[in-house]
């Protein structure tokens, strides 16, 4: 059997090969913490749960409109009022399977052959094959850890070549966790809106912002921008919803039609249970957020302390998500020369499991997630000093 070029274009995913060594390591008996996890450690909110109950013992079985239920187009337009002050409609709005499936989407109806994506990285792992996969180009712009992995405009510009048609955005960060604030943010959206570039602003951490940083959105330049821009955003990562599969998209009401299109001729629907879970959760409150928050901050603090403590690392303070990504090539020698043999070293010798920063395009950090609980975390991050003290 011959495979399409598409597919074997197509990188498999570090982070999964990391879980996977992790795994065979459990699986001989092994004490192995994972500082690799992609997801909240906390529960969903009862009534979250609660409202999937409720749609099952109901009966709501069928397909469901491609873009979503009534009620559930209005939430999200209603959160974008809510949290950003932007007075959208059901017809800006396509519910979607995860950010991911908005995400990919997106690459599939903007890009042409050739056409070419400024990513700034560290970025997310599947922005590049995202391209790829719709025949586009990542042009990648780096972000230093000295400047907190933040970019100016002038970078954009340095690296705009023309065939340049979307920037992606995606703030806060993962793997970084860096967070634009709102003015940081307007500056490089009007810079990409002045150069006729689409904007996919990927907010999928946005409700996990600490304080005093606030966040920040790029939903109020849909006006602005003459429907140069989509935001995706969903309920994985607040709401710890992450198996449920439920994201959406924000953009002007033709570019909505063309996502839905293409979800027709694939998915369809997300899971009718999940959007009336979905539909519980943009409509209820937003409280318990403020728990999650204290111990994200907490927790990022205390880790970045010992992180901090090492000799020639460099790490910036994030305001958000739940990563921290320090620069630790100055561990790297002839027997560890980058950020893979790092990772592959400490889950052998220590049993932690970390993701390589090469995943997200720069080879000299490691990506560290502290959504786990406390005396864990602390402990596989004191694991990962004493193995490191002994290079
Ligand atoms: C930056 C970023 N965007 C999008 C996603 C996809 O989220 P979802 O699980 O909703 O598809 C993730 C998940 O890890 C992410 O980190």
Redesign the pocket.
């Known amino acids: 059997m011959q495979f399409s070029d598409r597919i074997q274009s197509v990188k498999p995913s570090a982070t999964l090969t990391i879980n996977a060594k992790a795994g065979e390591l459990i699986a001989q008996g092994k004490d192995v913490i994972s500082l690799a996890a992609?997801e909240p450690d906390y529960s969903p909110p009862a009534w979250v749960c609660e409202a999937a109950h409720k749609a099952i013992d109901a009966g709501f079985n069928g397909y469901t409109p491609v873009a979503g239920i009534s009620g559930l187009l209005e939430a999200v337009a209603d959160y974008f009022y809510r949290f950003s002050n932007v007075s959208a409609t059901k017809d800006m709005v396509v519910v979607t399977n995860?950010?991911?499936?908005g995400?990919y989407n997106l690459m599939q109806i903007l890009l042409n052959p050739g056409d070419e994506v400024l990513i700034p990285s560290p970025y997310?792992v599947?922005y590049p094959d995202m391209v790829a996969l719709a025949g586009g180009r990542p042009v990648i712009v780096p972000a230093a850890p000295e400047h907190g992995f933040l970019l100016e405009k002038d970078h954009l510009e340095a690296a705009l070549t023309p065939s340049c048609k979307v920037l992606i955005l995606?703030s806060p960060?993962?793997p970084t966790g860096s967070h634009y604030t709102q003015s940081q943010l307007d500056e490089l959206l009007e810079w990409a809106v002045s150069r006729g570039l689409f904007v996919i602003s990927?907010e999928?951490?946005d409700q996990l912002v600490y304080p005093p940083a606030k966040p920040a959105s790029a939903a109020p330049w849909l006006e602005r921008s003459q429907g140069q821009i989509a935001v995706?955003n969903?309920l994985?990562?607040s709401f710890a919803l992450?198996g449920w599969?439920?994201?959406y998209v924000l953009s002007h009401p033709g570019l909505i039609k063309n996502l839905i299109k293409i979800q027709g001729q694939s998915t369809s629907n997300i899971c009718s249970i999940a959007q009336k879970a979905a539909l519980a959760a943009l409509t209820g409150s937003f409280d318990f957020l403020e728990t999650a928050r204290e111990n994200f901050a907490g927790r990022r603090d205390k880790v970045l302390e010992i992180i901090n403590s090492w000799p020639g690392i460099i790490c910036p303070k994030p305001d958000g998500a739940f990563y921290l990504f320090p620069k630790v090539d100055s561990f790297y020698s002839e027997a560890i020369p980058d950020s893979t043999a790092l990772c592959t070293y400490l889950l052998e010798s220590c049993g932690v499991a970390l993701v390589p920063g090469v995943a997200f395009g720069d080879d000299r950090c490691l990506r560290f997630s502290y959504a786990l609980e406390e005396e864990t975390l602390l402990r596989g991050v004191h694991k990962v000093g004493e193995a490191l003290n002994k290079l």
Do not use: E
């Not at 995860?98 to 499936?101: N, Y």
């Open positions: 992609g995860g950010g991911k499936q995400l997310w599947s995606n960060s993962n990927d999928i951490y995706v969903g994985s990562k992450t599969r439920i994201g």
